[in-house]
């Protein structure tokens, strides 16, 4: 190989890199390995999923923005907090509250979730505050927070929540079986309730059959929500790389203008979820929680 060759091979990274929107000093570095902790989610075998799809384009884009490669380590929720706490990485999907914004730095919101309460459709009753759960039997992941006005109604009593492992499959069983009264599910909010009892309608369907529940007996999503707009965050323990928090708030608004500059007729910041590379604005950074 002459020496021009290979001059031109050796500095072609620095001359690509604009054209990827890269810094030559950005091309050259090697990306650094960042340990991202979640909650765990589990198949009906008890085994853990893999990433969803938008989970996985979500990751993907932030780690060419930030230059890092995520290490991902998923834990049942209880631990994957603890291990958040100590410092042990960034950590995705934990809710945010008074309580956990004293140790933990949280990013802006990068997507909303609606929580549904979900019953058999023989057994639906009248919804319209916590109080109307008074008396009954509530299913939820253990360890996972639905918000301070949910924990303080499970405190004073008003209704007894039976916590279970982050399985879908397993909660909605226990549902069909009337081990509970209703379970709480968390679904994008740009679904109408609706849209989400089709969609579990037709995940129930192998499962009355298996349980060999009467004809017509399925499950119905309750019309008012628990909560509207949930949003999603990361979180880092304070004093720990906190930086790296800032960066992704700059990395999700980038990104954000840049949909609003390539859909002007979509809705303004604020109005809905934010905007990942290569997904349907409806979906972009929507969390769709298996649990």
Partial sequence: MNSG????????????APLF???????????RTVS?????????????????????????????ELNVIFDVKRYPWPRAELKALNGDGLIFGLPKNPERERPLRFSDPTSSNTLWLVTRSDATF???????????????VRGYGYGEEFERAREAGVFRVEDDLPSRVTRLQRLLLKRVDAVLLYQPSWQTA????AELRAQAAPLTQDLRLQPGVTLSVLPRPVQMETPQYFAIARGRDEALIERINQAL???????SLRSPRSKPPGAGTRLSAGLPRTVKLTMKADF
């Fill in 5 to 16: 060759k290979r001059a031109f091979l050796l500095n072609s990274p620095l001359l690509l």
């Fill in 21 to 31: 929107g890269l810094s030559p000093a950005r091309a050259q570095t090697p990306a």
């Fill in 36 to 64: 991202l902790i979640m909650g765990e989610a589990l198949d009906e075998a008890g085994r853990s999923k893999p990433l969803r799809p938008w989970q996985r384009k979500l990751f993907d884009h932030l780690e060419t």
């Fill in 126 to 140: 009248g919804f319209a505050s916590l109080a109307d759960l008074r008396g009954k039997k509530i299913g939820a």
């Fill in 194 to 197: 609706a849209d989400f009892e």
């Fill in 253 to 259: 608004l980038r990104q954000q203008k840049q949909a």
